[in-house]
């Protein structure tokens, strides 16, 4: 008995762990699955993605939320709704909005001056003009002192006081001194920073400034990111040194090892000595996925391997965005093994061998969220 009580709980949180993506047909939404089939049937006239295993859905005109299975969590009463993060969710009723937690109860929070949404388990408070951050208890970790604090990401945020940026983690402790121009992101201890008239990066507090340099971009998925100098392009890696020269006229971020680079108006790709894998013959290209393929275009959108070989033919469109959206990462490309892609005024899923999911198509379709 306990053994088969312990099978049905696995697959009950296997079944609210899966992916889901929100699909429109015949003019109504619903879900499909990683199969391609329908896990909810569109019957929805307005419908939002899954997050944090649930996802609001409109019925006579109020909102309340699903679970993976397409059954009632929460009942509709609401005018609208956002997105649940940590168990917990914006909701509006009445013109006004307010927390609610998955039984659809309503939290009390400190008061503020907007009611923003949480997100990586914490929540922006506004009060008298400054920002500051809650908990899902409705603690304030962070005092409304500051002028704007931007999203977490992996457990920093950028923060503005007295017109400068500096950093915090999500207990409020100031990681990166309030004293820059510009800042961004926080990858392995380091982020760039613009101090005065000097771009340089920031490794644990300290300032490095590059000489020459006029804008460093983000380090994403590799130890190496694009910089500019005078009008041209190159890459650093996380000391500040040039591992390949500014040559480039436009760039994107490495990942497997190879990285997007334009020269005239013609994109291609290089290797981490600098040297071209893909010569520059496409009118763009994007960063390769985790699954080993890049975006490229040729008047459409195809895709190549980590060969340089176009394995996919040129013939998609991967316009970024759709039409309900939830994305904190570009949908362009491969992710998880598909890819979302429109063809002939319908959107679907590619495999990685160039099969199209289930080979079915629809009126829109969003990612795949849990």
């Given at each position: ?8 709980l ?136 500051y ?14 006081d007295?017109?400068?940026?500096g ?25 760039w920073a ?79 000595k ?97």
């Open positions: 008995m306990k053994k088969l009580i312990f099978i049905l696995f697959f009950v949180q296997l079944l609210s762990a899966q992916e889901l993506a929100l699909v429109k047909e015949d003019g109504k939404f619903g879900y499909i699955s990683k199969t391609g089939n329908y896990a909810i049937t569109p019957k929805f006239k307005i419908a939002k993605n899954f997050s944090d295993g649930v996802a609001a859905a409109q019925e006579n005109g109020k909102f309340g939320f699903i679970n993976a299975k397409g059954d009632w969590m929460i009942q509709p009463s609401f005018d609208d709704a956002k997105y649940f993060d940590s168990g917990i969710c914006v909701v509006q009723k009445d013109k006004q909005w307010f927390y609610i937690n998955k039984k659809g109860e309503t939290l009390k929070m400190p008061d503020s001056e907007k009611v923003f949404d949480f997100e990586e388990g914490v929540a922006f408070i506004k009060q008298n003009g400054k920002v500051g951050l809650i908990n899902t208890k409705g603690a304030i970790v962070v005092a409304p002192t002028q704007i604090i931007k999203p977490f990401s992996e457990g920093f945020a950028q923060v503005k007295n017109d400068k940026w950093m915090i983690d999500k207990t409020g402790k100031v990681v990166v001194n309030i004293e820059y121009d510009e800042l961004g992101d926080m990858y392995k201890n380091t982020t613009k101090k005065g008239e000097s771009f340089g990066l920031v490794f644990a507090n300290k300032f490095s400034p590059i000489e020459g340099v006029s804008k460093i971009w983000d380090f994403q998925a590799q130890d190496i990111t694009y910089a500019k100098k005078g009008d041209k392009i190159g890459f650093i890696d996380l000391k500040g040194k040039w591992v390949i020269a500014p040559k480039f006229d436009k760039a994107r971020a490495f990942n497997k090892n190879l990285a997007p680079v334009c020269e005239g108006k013609k994109w291609g790709y290089i290797t981490l600098g040297e071209y894998l893909v010569q520059p013959v496409y009118e763009d290209a994007e960063v390769f996925s985790d699954d080993g393929l890049a975006p490229v275009k040729d008047k459409e959108w195809g895709f190549i391997s980590t060969t340089g070989k176009l394995v996919i033919p040129a013939q998609y469109q991967i316009t970024a965005g759709g039409f309900i959206a939830l994305f904190k990462k570009s949908d362009k490309g491969f992710i998880g093994g598909l890819s979302r892609v429109k063809l002939e005024k319908k959107w679907g899923f590619l495999k990685p061998d160039g099969k199209v999911l289930a080979d079915k198509w629809f009126e829109n379709a969003e990612l795949f969220q849990k």
